[in-house]
């Protein structure tokens, strides 16, 4: 059979692009031809691990400079906002993504026809929070990737998604769920409107996206997934227990001092590295700890003007070749560094500050592979401890290890290709 041509089409995040580009490395190594629809500002991205990208415009058209400032400015406004619960985010953080979100799907119908028309693509693979009408009515088959929280897809028993709460708090599902509604609704109102135009059926409140009849990947480990009262049919959702790409190695630099001590590795991600005065606190309290650490401080490192001696700030790490050499990890729950250490078996502590780092964070901890840590009111004493406890604690090294064998044994990407080889042939999965 000829190849089939598989187009990826990931949010315009790290998360969800790097996820995907695993997938499609995987997919390349069965025989077919994987393509990126990319936001402007990610084409590069893709290009440099060698694939082709088309770009698809999902906001007014800028530079891809001014795009990626655009982002920046964005998180770094609402840098006061993550000193707030995820309820109280609602109305601020939540509330201006969802109205971006919205209009990105607006931008991309006037895009998105033309490109496939030009791609022909056999299959088509979404990881977004949101549908593109363009996609669904397209006439091939499209699958719709989680990449964040499994919660994506909602379950009555389960915590509504972005609102941290644990697991068996029905109260609190209810109280977040009833005033994310009540917020969304006029955001929600209008993206009905914008699918009515498509000659789409409008969404439910709260709802922007559906789950795909073909399948739907989900990345979520099993180790740490919810108690759903409707368990998800493995004939349409299959998890794939993270999609971990391939990244050129890293040789860990020797330290100036603690140089024989555990090694830790801290970030925020790209655009959570804009919060330098928290970073700054956590490396002055790390360089007072018997600790070696590695801190992605992204575009700010000339704001580090004096880092202690058992610490080494760069710009970027290929996170899937360092977490492996780590003892435990800081980061802000973001899906990749969540999926990455339970992947590699690595305890995590969560400072959380958005999306679904709140669900994240509060599910490392409810299932014993880490810890969640407020983002801001928190002592030296208390992350010392719980460092302490992450490279100290027998059980949960024992847990995280058959986690980590488990998730590495289930091979996501392949398994997710190997799911996408048999859609392509027009084959039917059976779970």
Excluded at 279 to 285: A, E, G, P, V
């Amino acid at each position: 059979m000829a190849p089939k041509t598989i187009a990826f089409f990931p949010e315009a995040a790290f998360g969800p692009a790097l996820n995907s580009v695993g997938i499609a490395q995987a997919v390349e190594a069965l025989g077919h031809r994987a393509v990126f629809l990319s936001d402007p500002g990610f084409v590069e991205v893709y290009e440099g691990y060698g694939f082709e990208a088309h770009p698809v415009n999902l906001s007014e058209p800028m530079p891809a400079e001014q795009m990626a400032k655009f982002w920046e400015d964005f998180i770094n406004g609402h840098i006061p906002n993550f000193r707030k619960s995820p309820y109280d985010q609602i109305d601020n953080y939540v509330k201006d993504c969802w109205t971006a979100i919205v209009d990105s799907a607006k931008w991309a119908e006037k895009d998105l026809p033309g490109v496939l028309e030009r791609i022909q693509p056999d299959l088509i693979c979404v990881d977004n929070v949101i549908l593109f009408p363009a996609i669904k009515r397209f006439g091939k088959p499209w699958v719709r990737i989680i990449s964040c929280s499994e919660n994506e897809i909602e379950d009555d028993a389960i915590p509504p998604h972005l609102s941290g709460c644990a697991e068996n708090d029905h109260e609190g599902h209810a109280r977040f769920r009833a005033h994310f509604n009540d917020v969304i609704r006029p955001i929600h109102d209008d993206f009905n409107a914008f699918l009515s135009a498509c000659g789409e059926a409008p969404y439910p409140l709260g709802q922007f996206f559906e789950a795909s009849p073909y399948m739907n990947l989900l990345l979520y480990p099993e180790a740490v997934k919810f108690h759903r009262a409707h368990p998800l049919p493995p004939a349409q959702f299959q998890y794939l227990e993270g999609c971990v790409r391939q990244e050129k190695p890293y040789d860990v630099p020797v330290f100036k001092a603690h140089n024989d001590k555990p090694l830790l590795y801290i970030s925020f991600g790209s655009l959570g590295s804009g919060d330098v005065d928290l970073l700054k606190r956590i490396i002055d309290t790390v360089g007072r700890l018997p600790y070696r650490a590695l801190v992605n401080v992204g575009g700010y490192k000339e704001q580090y003007d004096s880092v202690p001696d058992n610490v080494i700030i760069d710009s970027w790490f290929p996170q899937p070749s360092v977490i492996p050499q780590v003892d435990a990890v800081i980061h802000h729950g973001g899906n990749n560094s969540f999926t990455e250490c339970l992947y590699f078996g690595k305890p995590a502590i969560i400072m959380p500050y958005v999306w679904d780092g709140h669900d994240n964070a509060t599910r490392v901890q409810e299932t014993g592979h880490g810890f969640s840590m407020p983002r801001y009111d928190w002592s030296d004493a208390d992350l010392a401890e719980k460092l302490a406890a992450c490279v100290g604690d027998p059980a949960m090294k024992a847990r995280l290890a058959a986690t980590g064998a488990s998730m590495r044994a289930a091979s996501g990407p392949a398994k997710a290709a190997a799911i996408l080889d048999t859609l392509v042939k027009g084959e039917v999965f059976h779970g």
